[in-house]
């Protein structure tokens, strides 16, 4: 299965080889609609579609096949559930904010401004999160022996 892989990889590079190559100046006006071009995209599509797939595949078996992994997970989930309604809880008193992207003449509503109000409140509280624990256990070898 290795060699297969391995012989697989190879032809899709030396195919994407020959596609750079052959792609045209970037005078062309054409050249986003190029042959070469839409094979490329094919041949990224590809990969992509590939790579999802064996994540998923991979990802699911390990934590399926794992006694202790299903119910690590949940609890996970459960915790970045909290984290989101926390964060939509906290991002509120947006009028004045719809009320300024209206006057400079960007439609939107409440419900939006919310949203993203939500969005990066979960990204400060998940990174506040990732430092206390990258700092914390080192902070703990250092003091407790």
């Known amino acids: 299965m290795n060699k297969i ?24 006006p054409d050249a986003i609609s190029s042959g ?7 041949i990224m599509y590809l990969l992509l579609a590939i790579a999802v797939v064996a994540a998923l595949f991979f990802g699911l078996t390990k ?25 939509y809880g906290l991002s509120s008193n947006n009028a004045p904010v719809v009320e300024e992207m209206a006057r400079r003449g960007i439609t939107t509503t409440e419900g939006t401004v919310k949203n993203i109000g ?8 998940l990174t506040v999160v990732a430092v206390v624990l990258m700092v914390f ?9």
């Open 137 to 145: 256990p080192g902070l703990k070898k250092m003091f407790v022996k």
């Open 5 to 28: 892989v391995k012989i697989a990889l190879i032809a899709i590079g030396l195919i994407s080889a020959v596609l750079w190559f052959s792609l045209p100046s970037q005078e062309d």
């Open 63 to 87: 934590l399926l096949s794992t006694p202790g992994s299903l119910k690590k997970t949940l609890f996970a989930l459960g915790g970045l559930a909290i984290v989101v309604a926390v964060s």
């Open 36 to 42: 070469s071009m839409n094979f490329m995209f094919i």
């Open 118 to 125: 939500m969005g990066l409140n979960v990204f400060f509280i």
